[in-house]
């Protein structure tokens, strides 16, 4: 199983919010139920970040990743759309989060 994007992704987030480093090695406790996705690291990251206390700079760097996940498509595409962006709005993130968005990115905000 290749774990280099989950641990590319990971390593983006913490670079933003060195915090999530802690929630998610909880989040991940039991070696046995750790999946290696970038799916579980967006389910996990979103509930987190949508009630953290962030920075303006990080709004703004956490909407440069996500805009360069969605562009380079595939997997890292689907599983920013499918458990970040279309849940943005139920967190509260989204409002917050939109501006700063590339337009690709923004079309994936569900409202």
Excluded at 58 to 85: I, M, R, W, Y
Aim: hydrophobic share 40%; glycine share 4%; net charge negative.
């Amino acid at each position: 199983m290749d774990t280099a994007p989950q641990e590319h992704l990971l390593q983006s987030i913490y670079r933003i919010f060195p915090d999530f480093e802690a929630e998610w090695a909880e989040h991940n406790s039991e070696p046995e139920l750790r999946t290696y996705s970038l799916h579980s690291v967006y389910m996990a990251f979103l509930p987190w970040v949508s009630v953290a206390a962030i920075t303006h700079g990080q709004l703004n760097q956490l909407a440069d990743l996500l805009s360069n996940e969605v562009a380079k498509g595939g997997d890292p595409e689907n599983a920013v759309d499918t458990c970040f962006l279309e849940h943005a709005h139920q967190t509260g993130i989204a409002k917050r989060l939109g501006p700063f968005l590339s337009t690709q990115a923004k079309a994936m905000l569900y409202a």
